[in-house]
């Protein structure tokens, strides 16, 4: 018996084996859950498709998070699967790529609408459209970074992104919480994902980080996945509203030690 064994998990958001939505879904499967993953267009269900089988999951649907009917017939699609279900993954993030560079002041209406479209406002979506669903003892996780917090240098509207992002999580938490469901989320460490390659830098950072974290260490897709097993699994019924850190110590430095 695993600690996920008898709970079902949708996971939306993954997009290779890169993803940090790829070592949450190993993570599950290895504790039992049963899951659906989510894709959006035919490159990215050609990626997924093969991850699904290797972990034996047939259950794969189209969502495109900007769209309010693909979010109900994605529900529509579990309720005929599953009747109802435990776990929600948001690993779902998005700027355009010209947001990110320069400056945060020349950030345009429509890149600005855009990044809090898909990366913010698509959390409340899903759990709107999936709470008659959830089950009591359910639980809604979502991804963050540490530049909501602080400035980071070319993360730029992803960053206010994530902050309004860590803000639904605490309102959500709130609202699911009289049907006793949970939300929280992780802010994780840089890892090598399909959207961090679009961040300038980057490869700067993954280098100089494991001088700076206190563990000496970049932080892996099993790290992450490990702590959203923990979160989603019965042992965290009393933790909800909060951004855990899995980020090998680094938000605590200021300087390099």
């Known amino acids: ?3 996920l064994t008898g709970k079902r998990a949708l996971i939306m958001g993954l997009a290779n084996d890169n993803s940090i939505a790829w070592g949450i879904s190993k993570a599950f499967h290895a504790e039992g ?4 993953f989510t894709y959006v267009g035919d490159a990215i269900e050609k990626r997924v498709r093969p991850l699904a089988a290797s972990l034996g999951v047939d259950f794969i649907e189209p969502c495109n998070v900007d769209n309010d009917a693909d979010i109900d ?3 529509v699609a579990i309720k005929n699967r599953w009747g109802t ?3 929600i993954i948001h690993a779902i993030g998005f700027a355009k790529k010209e947001e990110l560079a320069g400056d945060y ?3 345009t209406r429509e890149g600005f609408r855009i990044a809090m479209d898909i990366s913010v406002y698509s959390l409340t979506a899903v759990v709107k459209a999936a709470r008659p669903l959830l089950n009591n003892g359910g639980s809604v996780l979502t991804l963050t970074y540490h530049g909501s917090q602080q400035v980071a240098q070319n993360y730029n509207v992803m960053g206010v992104a994530k902050a309004a992002l860590e803000a639904s999580v605490r309102y959500l938490a709130s609202d699911l919480g009289p049907d006793n469901i949970r939300c929280n989320a992780i802010s994780a460490g840089p890892i090598r994902t399909l959207a961090a390659s679009g961040i300038s830098g980057f490869k700067d950072l993954l280098k100089n980080f494991p001088d700076v974290a206190p563990l000496r260490r970049l932080v892996t897709q ?3 996945g490990n702590m959203a ?3 989603c699994s019965d042992l965290a019924s009393a933790t909800t509203g909060e951004i855990i850190y ?3 110590g680094f938000r605590n430095v200021s300087v390099k030690i």
């Open 1 to 3: 018996m695993g600690l």
């Open 222 to 224: 099993e790290d992450v």
């Open 229 to 231: 097993m923990f979160l």
């Open 105 to 107: 002041l020349n950030v």
């Open 85 to 87: 279900f435990d776990i």
């Open 246 to 248: 899995v980020d090998a």
């Open 33 to 36: 859950a049963e899951l659906c």
């Open 73 to 75: 017939n994605l529900m």
